[in-house]
């Protein structure tokens, strides 16, 4: 969210303007049913409810000013036809001021609290933008389009998480998703991202990458344990693309064993792999991604389930690591990342939404357009009732 888009969210208190022809306007208007009516009525005192509509949306200046007109308008007015008696004028003028002096002191409370409101909502932008990065994102390898929306209403962030980082050994995508929703998953996710930033660049093997974001999330619930605070895991996936001709990591012992290398090169051959963009994905226990090919076609990527991040020490042998899948993105291809925000999504049957079909619904979709039209199209099969956190990320080769 930027500044410009920070700004449209703040409520906009009515032009000058827009207050003086309003309310000389309610006055005419007022005076002359007076007029109509006769001396005896006091349809004038209706004038007092300008202030207090005014002091919902105005400023406190804007609300002092309307005061003081209507004051000296019910002063005037009294002037030229007075009450029976006197003490009637006093009770009325003294009524006048004090329901403008309430009004003025709600109007000055309430824009002290849009005031903090709005400090709060700032420094939620500026945690936003520290915790996940503006979208789109262009990086030598790839363009990343993409959408995040929280479940709870008004937060800025939630459970899911995502970040690309451009490195030396190719350009890096996470995403994941923190066990839980809301402000209490922002440490737990806030511990991973930190962990991939670093050693997104520090770690030549993506394997290790995947190490480094499960030591982050072990010690994290360490501390957890130590405030009281309940212990979370991370559902991710981490990516490496590189472009055609990018250097490669050939060796076995380098990320994957010559089981995987063989299962990669039946898969596709070593020459399909180098024409197209490569891509390298380990998966800590997510949902796997979907290939949109350039005709049309939507093929899930095949991923060893994983473990998720926080629990490799209960669900795996020390010193066991994750695997390594190896694939082509090809040129037109888009590798599209998602959290089960949409894939959880159920109609009023239970069903839950047929991510594959939509996908294919949307072939045609630009692939900047897709994570937009993708959500639109689950929350419609929902009813518009979210149950978590939505991510949805498009990743293509650069341009």
Not at 114 to 123: A, C, D, H, T, V
Not at 134 to 142: A, I
Not at 346 to 366: H, I, K, M, N, W
């Amino acid at each position: 969210m930027d500044g410009d888009d920070q700004q449209s969210t703040a409520p906009r208190a009515p032009g000058n303007r827009t207050v003086v022809l309003g309310v000389l306007a309610a006055t005419v208007v007022t005076l002359l049913v007076q007029a109509a009516s006769g001396t005896g009525s006091r349809l004038v005192l209706l004038l007092v409810f300008l202030p207090a509509l005014l002091a919902g949306l105005g400023t406190v200046v804007q609300t002092v000013a309307v005061s003081v007109w209507v004051t000296a308008v019910v002063v005037v007015h009294s002037v030229l036809f007075p009450p029976g008696d006197l003490p009637a004028r006093l009770g009325t003028l003294l009524g006048v001021i004090a329901a403008e002096g309430a009004v003025i002191g709600l109007c000055a409370r309430r824009v002290r609290r849009e005031r903090q409101l709005s400090r709060i909502r700032q420094s939620a932008v500026a945690l936003q933008r520290q915790l996940l990065r503006p979208l789109p994102v262009t990086t030598s390898d790839v363009r990343l389009d993409g959408l995040y929306r929280p479940v709870e209403q008004d937060a800025l962030v939630g459970g899911d998480l995502y970040d690309i980082a451009a490195t030396p050994h190719g350009t890096r995508v996470l995403v994941g998703d923190v066990q839980g929703k809301g402000l209490p998953a922002i440490g737990t996710g806030f511990a991973v991202l930190s962990a991939f930033r670093e050693a997104a660049f520090r770690e030549p093997h993506l394997a290790a990458v995947a190490d480094a974001l499960e030591a982050a999330v072990e010690r994290h619930n360490a501390y957890a344990v130590q405030s009281g605070e309940q212990e979370r895991f991370v559902t991710a996936t981490v990516l490496c693309v590189r472009g055609p001709g990018g250097d490669e990591e050939r060796s076995a012992t380098e990320e994957r064993s010559a089981t995987e290398v063989q299962a990669a090169t039946e898969e596709r051959s070593a020459t399909e792999v180098q024409a197209a963009t490569e891509v390298r994905a380990v998966n800590c226990g997510h949902l796997s991604p979907y290939l949109l090919h350039p005709d049309g076609r939507v093929e899930p990527v095949t991923l060893d389930p994983g473990i998720p991040l926080g629990l490799a020490a209960l669900a795996a042998p020390a010193g066991d690591l994750r695997s390594v899948r190896r694939f082509a993105l090809p040129g037109d291809g888009v590798l599209v990342l998602l959290t089960d925000g949409i894939t959880e999504a159920q109609d009023a049957s239970g069903t839950f939404y047929p991510v594959e079909r939509g996908l294919a619904d949307l072939a045609a979709t630009p692939a900047d357009a897709l994570p937009e039209a993708l959500d639109r199209r689950a929350r419609h099969w929902s009813g518009g009732h979210s149950r978590d956190d939505v991510t949805v990320l498009a990743v293509r080769p650069a341009p």
